[in-house]
């Protein structure tokens, strides 16, 4: 049976709860890793080392009651080492697989772009399909399988760029701002006495809020969530600017207008509301744009950002009312 809106507020607002238990000051980044299970897809997570990346994701799969699995990218990570392989037993005279960590419910990619394109291509089909194909044999993911990856800033040394078809498998990115001062303040405090983040999640003091068998009836009350057909042809001509536009080589494509319109009924849910309103919209456009719009050279020289493009289509497009 499928939660209303107001039981899905309740449970999420319980998550945040106890999320918060471990991560502090970061309700926004939270609200959008939500948005990304919820919807069943993935997140790209960016921050400078440090700001609780890894734990994020790993306080998720407790309060979510999943399997946690965690990949650390490498320059030296070969694409087996990830999906797993098939290894010979000599007493059976067969081959056994082996499987790798991609074989869980929440994977954490961390530091993904420190591999190179050859291993992050591992990554592929999993993320499209669910499934792992090793040595010409296909094995199915839990359907609940979500990959939040986690990168460093690209002028950090030791990085490799994404390919666009890898960043596109991402519904979003979240960018992870280092703390506010009041905030800072108290994870010093924190670290100084029983209650530092890692030691909250490690003692188990964090509580499973949903099981995992349940995320389903929680995505189902997003289909009760309304989207009018001005909202549909909002988020479509926001999107096709995103190509006409000077400054860009490169727009977003047809899967970045499911993920906007996805991302908005999600997020308005998560706000307490029933219905998706242009202000969903806008709010969920750079997160899911900012990963799909690759910018002319001539105009980077000049020093002209994505999140500018975006602002400045946002404000191009009249607003349905």
Known sequence: ????????????????AEIGKVIIGQDEVIDKALIAILTRNHALIEGVPGVAKTLLVRTLSRVLGCEFGRIQFTPDLMPADITGTNIFNIKANEFNLVKGPIFATFLLADEINRAPAKTQSALLQAMQERKVTIDCETHSLPDDFTVFATQNPLEYEGTYPLPEAQKDRFMLKITMPCPEFDD???????????DAPERVLEEGQ???????????????ALLSVTVQDEMVDYVVKIIRATRSDESTMVGAGPRATQALILAARAYAAIQGRDFVTPDDIKAMAEPVLCLRIILRPEFEIEGMTVSEVITRTLQEIPVPR
Do not use: F, N, W
């Open 1 to 16: 049976m499928a939660y209303s809106i107001e039981q899905l507020c309740e449970l999420l607002g319980k998550a945040k």
């Open 184 to 194: 800072e303040l108290m994870l010093a405090r924190r670290t100084l006495g029983l």
């Open 206 to 220: 964090v509580a499973a809020v949903v099981p995992a068998h349940e995320l389903d009836q929680l995505r189902e």
